[in-house]
Each structure stands twice: as structure tokens, then as C-alpha cells.
């Protein structure tokens, strides 16, 4: 039977066990796993492995930019440009907006200070860079139009392949992937999207299509894009609970999204372990040294570039994402900062987004580094000092 | 799952490109020697395994797996410094019937949405630099700079294939059998393998190894390692015998198949060529098609067991696809006019739709040389011996002695079973001529009995239209009724005796055979009919 389901994870919540899970329980038909990062996609064949020895034959697991070149661009490259019909086509991950104009020693044109862009109407410089390969920001509209030029074969051969699809870390789609993922739902195949929209990555999407549901708003297009025809269910429960933070983390944490039902601590016995710290701290920076000395935690920073204790190890937040930490030590940009003192500050979707990512890594203790006055009230946050916590 | 069409571009005999479509089940192709049968079979095994002659490709790329003209008009362009693109060999296997998604897409020659492989052996653009240089320099380039070439295997797709992913198992039985050098059969390693699950291979590749482990642990040959290495100091690197632990599936090389205790290799080919064809039909992995590609099994079979083959063939090509090269119409009649491919020219011809009778009467006379009317160029359809005789010696007579055959054209006696050739010859549109008698009834014998293939341009009936000469002796004596004591000299009769055309007539009508026979032999060139001199330049007719 056919079902398609987007499922809404909490951090911490299981997600990669799930889908290993579903997809081992599989028992006809190929299932295709595809994961927005490298990283996760490892995480999710090691898991299958260690459960498995092997890696069963009909499970494929594949990042979505690979996915998309394997099974999108390839079988039918040259339908929309003839062309490219020999072509070894590669892919090219764009940190930024593909395909600007180049002048004749390489640098891009500029009106009024601005780089210029090649149109759609350019078709091979729009889309590929001067050795064939694919701009990361323009393959999945490049799929959809060869999908509609070949009048649909495109994505019936993708279910004929793949009776189930999961699509992890779907908060990282957008533009025409979206367009993509309704075409699936609409296929012959079972399509399982799971991601959380509290974990956006902001590097690699610069499409304007489907702008609103850009910032993690996958919910939001499921619900209205779809049209009455396509089904889809969406499941906020499956993945609520958290094997990984403490309630004082999930409650801290769920104040950055409260719009989204609030993830929450699982009562399994093996997930909790008894510790004298525990919680959601703040600490002044003199306190820092000593404070890494003895709790030692992984300290989160926004860039290389943000001032840390280099003794100790440290991770930009964008690169802690999946991973599970016993304790965290947060250096939080000022807007971040503005946050902290008053959850109404409209603090900005990329960096609410990393906070929350870093806030969530720790099972024990998430702590601010952060200057504070004893008097302040800063909800949902114990402050922290060597002479003596104070609560308040 | 089968293959339904084969492209095949500038490889070994085929310059440019050549197509042929395939049937389910048995496929039989004819054709001259040199017309490329089994380069038609090699290639469809090489871009299915990647094997040519039992030895994987890749390795071994060659400049004689290119056509020669192709090779020479490139070489030709070259020197007169002109930037000609290099040669490529291209074999595309098109497959039908089959739900492969995995090998569906437009990354075919003929850009269209299909299912099915590409094998390229192509020019490595990697090495752009060397080769431009190289032309640039001015080096007298005297071949296709085979160095900077790869093989380019794909699904239409556009994805990279290995024989393994490649769903239809295909299994080429040639006449000489490729081994590996100890002597176990490569392909008769690979029909077993192919039918092996994956379970089963990894235990056979499990006991091979426990054997081999057991083998460098055994007491004697340590003692013997410890001597060789003890003794053979060429350097301080230590020398031992060991078996080849290199490849991972080397049980294939190494395990010798037993047909009764005998080693495979070493019982008749007749009987390796049964036995393999048997072993590739009755494969039964159920997930996967087999294509059995059988080269001219006529060759070293006998009779019986040729008919043992053929019987193994048509009882169980049940869901498998059979492609064979053959000279011999028997095998062709046996298996089927119906599956026939016709190789002329590097183009095919198949036998369409046969009227059904048509069919079993051929099939019911095995060894019935249909395949003669079927391979030349043009063919003159006779009565009998004399007919036969007559009609050569008026062709040698107006081509300077050439026999009709030399020139591709086949005088065959075919009693009174004319309507059935005709019935091929229209359908594959090959020019043939009867030559008739009329039975003194020219209006029902010739017109009426013929009229059904008055439209074709290929069938040409040649009789002589006067009732009262009804067959070929009196005609002949007609025609030289000028002379008629120089056609008793050559047929050995007294002109005094035999002195009316009456009379000579008579006598030949019961002689048939010896005085047409004295007639073709004698220095003397006689008159013909004119019915026979028209048929002779219809033969010289564009
Ligand atoms: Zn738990």
C-alpha cells in the first residue's frame, strides 16, 4: 500500500534507528535511503551494517545531491539539450548562487558593483560549469524540467526502482526539490520524508521558489501545496521524544520553536544516567578555564573565527549537527545573546537554528558562556559559579 | 527479459553501423563466410561480459578490434593534415520485454528512452594532451593510438555496468572453445557460476580457500618452502611455491570440471559443445534471463549428435533466448525457417511470416537446400538434372565459360515444389527465376498456375509459350532444328537414323539426363531456346 508520511523529529530522537528500522523491515521492493549529508548517510549504512554484517541488496542509501545526479540527470541528460547527449556529467556543490558572468580572466562581470547571472535561456552555462558539472543550486529544477520533458518517465522510473523512499533531514530541501518530493508522492512509491525543521542548514540553497517554506516550514508546504489529489499524513509523535537531552534541555531548547509541539525527555532507563550537573547553565567568562577543566565539554562556536579555549576540543555548530555530546560549552553570538536575555527578540531563523542545534547536542549539561549580573532573571537558565550555583 | 535489437558500429568486419533485431527464443543467422555471424555473436557476448575470447577485455584493447577501412580512412585524413576524430567501436544491446528500470534511460546511440547496455571501447579524453601532441609533432601516427583508449560500459542510464549487475546472463559455445591456460573452460566456469546463488558461491569460494590454506600448511610442502627459500637467496627476499591466493574468485581458473572422471577439455568438442549448451539452457536461477549464443554447432558434431543438440534446443529454449550462426540448412530447417536471419552485405534480412504450410514442408525436409536460394544473389529454379545442365551450359556459352555459380548466381532443381521457394523468395524479396515446362498447356501450366506472383518483380517465370513444344527436348530440338545432325553428333546418335526432329526428340525425351549431360560437356555450343536464352540475360539484369 501506498503511504506517504513526513515525519517531524526531535533532536536526539532516534531518527537514524527509525529509519534503519523501517527500511530493514522492508520485505519486497527496493528502498532507497537519501540523506542531505555525507555524514549522515555514513552514520545510516554503518548503523544497517552493524545490525545486518551486510548491506542488504535492496537498500540503497545515497545523499539526495547524488541521488538527484544517479537518477535524475543522468538517464535522460539530454532530452532537454541535445547537446549534452555523451556528456559525462559530474556535480558541483555551489556555496552560493550559481552561474555568475565571467569576464576573459575569470572574474565575475559586475553593473553597479553586482555580479550577473547567465538565465535559463544560456542553458548550458545556466546550468553546468565550463567542465560539465552540475550547479548543487540548479540540479533539482534541472530534474523536474527533463521529468516533465520526458512527460513523467522520469519519476515513474524512480518508483519502478524505489518502492519506498525516505528522505531524511527534509528540512534542507527546498525550491524545486519540493516540486520533486510532490511528484513522489504522487508516484507509485511509499515516500517517508523525516527531518526537523529546527535544524536547517543555511549553506547551500539560493532558490526563490517556494521561498516561504525555506526556513524549515516543510509542514507548512505539505499542508498547503499539495492539493487534494496527493496524500500525505504527518506525524509529529513518532519522533517527539528525546534519547538524548534531559528534560531541562528539551524544555529550554522547545522555547526557540514554539510554534512546533515541544520535544520531550523519553523514560527509557538506559537513555538516563544520574549526575550531579545536569541542566541548562550559564557561566561568566572568567569561569570558563576552570569550568572546562573539570566537567569537560565540547565548546560550540559560530566560526572558526569566534575567540575559544583552543586547549580544549571545539566544534562550529553547523558541524555538530547529529553528533551526541555528555556536556556542551555554547558561545553564542550577540543576536543569540539578545535571545537568551528575552525569548521575544526576533532572533534570525539561521542562528536561532544553530542555537538550538547547539543547545541540543548535550544529554547532561548545555551551558552558556555568558556575562550575567546574579541579579538578572534569565528564564529557563541556572547560573553557574565555582562558589556556589545560584537559581533563579 | 531478452535482447530485442543489436547495434554494432566500426568493430572488427563491420564498417560503420549494423542493427538486427531479435526474436524470443530461437534465432538462427545465415550468411556467407564473411559476412561477420560470429562477430555478431562475440559481440553481443562482449558487451554483455565484457569477455572477448575468454579473457576479460579491459586489459587487452587492441587496434585489430577496429574495422580496418575505418582504421585506414582515419590514418588517411591524418596524413593529409586534416584533424580527423578518432575511431570508436560501439556495441549497444537493446533489451525488450524486461522491467529493469535500473537500465532504462535515453544514453543510446539512437538518443531514444530504452532499456539496455552500451559498451564503448573509446578515446580517454584525459589524455587530450598527449595525443594532440603527439599528431603535432608530426609523428608518423601508423595505427589507432590504442594507449590513450578505454572502455566506456554503461546502462542507457548512463550508469557504469559490471557482467555481474548485467541481468541477462549470456553464454557464448563457440568452435574454438577458449580456456584458460591450466585448462579449466572459461565459459564453462561462468555457465556454472552464473547459475550458482550468491550463497553458494561464497561457500565454493570458501572450501576453495580452505583448501588452498590447507595446501601452504601442509608439513611437506612447508619443508619444501623452508629448502627453496634456504637455498634460493637471489636476494633477501624469500622464495615460496604457493597456489594463486590473487584473485578473489579464482576457484573459476582453477577448478577442472569431470565429465565422468575425464577432464572436461579433453572429451570431444562435439560432446562439450552438448553438454555446455545443455548446462546454459537449463540454467533455472529464476531472477535472471539466459541467452545462449551458439556458433556454427555443425562444425564438430556428428549427425545423431547434431539432432541431439537441436532436439536439446527446441525442447528447452523455453523463456531463453538462442542465437545461432549456422552454414547448415539442415540445422536451419530443423530449427525453424521462421527464425531465420539473412547476413548479406552487413545487412539482415529475416524470414517474415511464412504461409504455414509453407513452413512445415520445409521443416519436414531437412537437408533441403533452402539456404542456397536464400544466400545468393540470384536464384534460377529448375525442374530436374537436365533443365539444370542445359540452362548452366547457356549461361557458360554467353559468359566465357564462367559456371552461373561464380557469379553468385545458384541453378537448383527443385522437382515440382516451385510455389514453395516462391513463397520465401516474395517475402524476403530475393530475385529468383523459374525455368518451366508447359506441360502443352501454357494458359493453366504457366499463366494461371502462376498468377498469384505476376505483382512481384522479384519472381520471373521463364517457359516457352508454344503448346505444341510441351517440354524441354523438343524445345531444344526446335532451337537447333537448323542443324540437327551436329545435335546427333554431340548426343551420340546416327543423323542417318534419327533424321527427323521427331524422331531426335523421341530419343531424347528417353535419354533425359545423358544427353543433357553430353550437351553440357561437348566443345561444341549448341542453340538453347529462347525461353532459356531470356532467363540467361535476366541473370546479367541489374
Ligand atoms: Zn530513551
Known amino acids: 500500500m501506498k503511504n506517504n508520511k513526513l515525519i517531524i523529529a526531535a533532536a536526539g530522537s532516534g531518527k537514524t534507528t527509525f529509519l534503519v528500522n523501517q527500511a530493514l523491515a522492508v520485505e519486497s521492493g527496493a528502498v532507497l535511503i537519501t540523506t542531505y549529508t555525507e555524514a549522515n548517510g555514513r552514520e545510516i549504512r554503518d548503523r544497517i551494517v552493524a545490525k545486518k554484517g551486510c548491506m542488504p541488496s535492496n537498500i540503497t542509501v545515497q545523499t539526495w545531491f547524488a541521488f538527484l545526479l544517479q537518477h535524475g540527470v543522468r538517464p535522460y541528460q539530454s532530452v532537454l539539450n541535445d547537446s549534452i547527449h555523451s556528456h559525462d556529467i559530474g556535480f558541483f556543490l ?299 | 527479459m531478452r535482447i530485442g535489437k543489436v547495434n554494432i558500429e566500426n568493430y572488427k568486419c563491420f564498417e560503420g553501423r549494423f542493427s538486427a533485431f531479435f526474436n524470443e527464443g530461437i534465432n538462427i543467422i545465415v550468411g556467407d563466410n564473411e559476412a561477420g555471424k560470429s562477430t555478431i555473436l562475440e559481440s553481443i557476448n562482449l558487451a554483455l561480459t565484457g569477455v572477448l575470447n575468454g579473457r576479460y577485455l579491459k586489459n587487452e584493447l587492441s587496434q585489430y578490434l577496429f574495422n580496418y577501412n575505418v582504421v585506414n580512412t582515419y590514418l588517411e585524413s591524418l596524413r593529409q593534415g586534416q584533424n580527423p576524430s578518432l575511431p570508436e567501436i560501439l556495441i549497444e544491446v537493446f533489451f525488450d520485454e524486461c522491467e529493469l528500470p535500473l537500465f532504462e534511460g535515453n544514453g543510446n546511440s539512437e538518443k531514444v528512452n530504452g532499456c539496455g547496455v552500451i559498451f564503448k571501447i573509446e578515446f580517454d579524453s584525459t589524455y587530450q594532451g598527449e595525443y594532440e601532441a603527439l599528431v603535432a609533432e608530426g609523428n608518423d601516427i601508423t595505427t589507432v593510438p590504442i594507449e590513450y583508449y578505454k572502455i566506456n560500459w554503461k546502462s542507457f542510464a548512463r550508469d557504469s555496468v559490471t557482467a555481474r549487475s548485467i541481468p541477462i546472463k549470456s553464454v557464448l559455445i563457440d568452435s574454438t572453445s577458449s580456456k584458460y591456460q591450466n585448462g579449466s573452460d572459461v565459459y564453462l566456469s561462468r555457465i556454472i557460476r552464473n547459475d550458482l546463488e550468491d550463497s553458494e558461491r561464497v561457500k565454493l569460494s570458501q572450501a576453495y580457500r580452505k583448501m588452498k590454506d590447507t595446501f601452504i600448511d601442509d608439513a611437506s610442502v612447508r619443508a619444501i618452502n623452508e629448502k627453496i627459500s634456504g637455498k634460493a637467496k637471489i636476494s633477501d627476499k624469500n622464495l615460496s611455491i604457493s597456489v594463486d591466493l590473487s584473485t578473489q574468485n579464482s576457484w573459476e581458473t582453477t577448478l577442472m570440471t569431470y565429465l565422468d572422471n575425464v577432464p572436461f577439455h579433453q572429451i570431444g568438442k562435439g560432446e562439450q559443445c552438448i553438454i555446455k549448451t545443455n548446462l546454459a539452457i537449463r540454467h533455472e536461477k529464476s531472477k535472471e534471463a539466459n541467452l545462449v549464443l551458439l556458433e556454427e554447432p555443425e562444425n564438430h558434431l556428428s549427425h545423431s549428435k547434431l539432432n541431439l543438440l537441436i532436439k536439446a534446443v527446441t525442447d528447452s529454449c523455453d523463456g531463453k533466448q538462442v542465437i545461432i550462426s549456422t552454414h547448415s540448412s539442415y540445422v536451419a530447417n530443423k530449427l525453424g525457417l521462421e527464425n531465420l536471419i539473412l547476413l548479406n552485405d552487413q545487412t539482415v534480412t529475416r524470414l517474415p511470416e511464412l504461409p504455414t504450410e509453407t513452413f512445415t514442408f520445409f521443416k519436414k525436409l531437412p537437408g533441403y537446400q533452402t539456404l542456397r536460394m536464400l544466400l545468393c544473389r540470384k536464384a534460377v529454379l529448375v525442374e530436374g538434372d537436365s533443365d539444370e545442365l542445359i540452362f548452366q551450359r547457356a ?61 512481384y518483380k522479384c519472381v520471373n517465370i521463364f517457359a516457352d509459350d508454344r503448346d505444341e513444344l510441351n517440354t524441354l527436348e523438343p524445345q531444344f530440338v526446335d532451337a537447333n532444328i537448323a542443324d540437327l545432325a551436329t545435335l546427333c553428333d554431340i548426343v551420340s546418335i546416327s543423323s542417318g537414323t534419327y533424321d527427323t526432329a521427331k524422331k531426335v526428340s523421341d530419343y531424347m525425351v528417353g535419354h533425359k539426363t545423358g544427353w543433357a549431360l553430353k550437351v553440357f560437356e561437348s566443345d561444341t555450343a549448341l542453340q538453347y531456346p529462347e525461353y532459356i536464352n531470356n532467363a540467361v540475360v535476366w541473370c546479367d539484369e541489374k
Open chain 1, 94 to 392: 555551489s556555496s552560493e548562487k550559481s552561474g555568475k558572468k565571467l569576464d576573459a580572466e575569470g572574474n565575475p562581470v559586475l553593473i553597479k558593483g553586482r555580479p550577473i547571472y547567465w538565465g535559463g535561456k544560456d542553458f548550458l552555462r545556466y546550468y553546468f560549469t565550463s567542465r560539465f558539472n552540475i550547479y548543487s543550486d540548479k540540479i533539482s529544477k534541472f530534474v523536474f524540467n527533463t521529468d516533465k520533458a520526458t512527460k513523467g518517465k522520469l519519476i515513474s522510473r524512480i518508483s519502478r526502482i524505489y518502492k519506498n523512499i525516505y528522505i531524511d533531514e527534509v528540512q534542507d530541501l527546498a525550491g524545486f526539490d519540493l516540486e520533486l518530493i510532490k511528484l513522489m508522492f504522487k508516484s507509485n512509491s511509499s515516500v517517508i520524508l523525516v527531518g526537523d525543521p529546527r535544524q536547517v542548514t543555511y549553506l547551500t540553497h539560493h532558490s526563490t521558489k517556494y521561498g516561504k517554506y525555506a526556513n524549515g516550514q516543510i509542514k507548512l508546504f505539505v499542508e498547503k501545496e499539495l492539493g487534494k489529489r496527493i496524500q500525505c499524513e504527518v506525524d509529529e509523535t513518532t519522533l517527539s521524544a528525546s534519547h538524548r537531552n534531559n528534560q531541562a534541555i528539551c524544555e529550554y531548547s522547545a522555547k526557540l520553536y514554539p510554534d512546533l509541539p515541544a520535544p520531550f525527555a523519553c523514560e527509557c532507563d538506559s537513555c538516563r544516567v544520574d549526575d550531579a550537573h545536569v541542566g541548562v547553565f550559564m557561566i561568566k567568562p572568567s569561569e570558563v578555564d576552570q569550568y572546562l577543566s573539570t566537567y569537560k565539554p565540547v565548546q560550540l562556536r559560530w566560526s572558526s573565527a569566534s575567540k575559544i579555549n583552543s586547549n580544549f576540543p571545539a566544534l562550529n555548530f553547523g558541524e555538530s549537527k547529529g553528533a551526541t555530546m555528555d556536556r556542551v560549552l555554547i558561545y553564542p553570538t550577540n543576536p543569540m545573546k539578545e535571545w537568551i536575555k528575552n525569548n521575544a527578540y526576533a532572533l534570525k531563523n539561521e542562528g536561532r537554528s544553530k542555537l538550538y542545534v547547539g543547545l541540543t547536542r548535550a544529554r547532561l549539561s548545555s551551558t552558556i558562556v555568558m556575562d550575567y549580573q546574579e541579579s538578572n532573571c534569565i528564564d529557563g537558565v541556572t547560573f553557574f559559579t565555582f562558589t556556589g550555583n545560584v537559581v533563579n
Open chain 2, 395 to 455: 549461361y557458360m556459352d554467353a559468359h566465357g565459360g564462367r559456371l552461373p555459380i561464380e557469379d553468385g548466381i545458384d541453378v537448383i532443381s527443385v522437382k515440382l515444389t516451385f510455389k514453395r521457394f516462391l513463397d520465401i523468395a516474395i517475402k524476403i524479396n530475393q530475385p529468383v527465376a523459374v525455368i518451366t515446362d508447359n506441360d502443352s498447356d501454357y494458359a493453366n501450366k504457366i499463366t494461371k498456375k502462376y498468377k498469384d506472383y505476376v505483382g
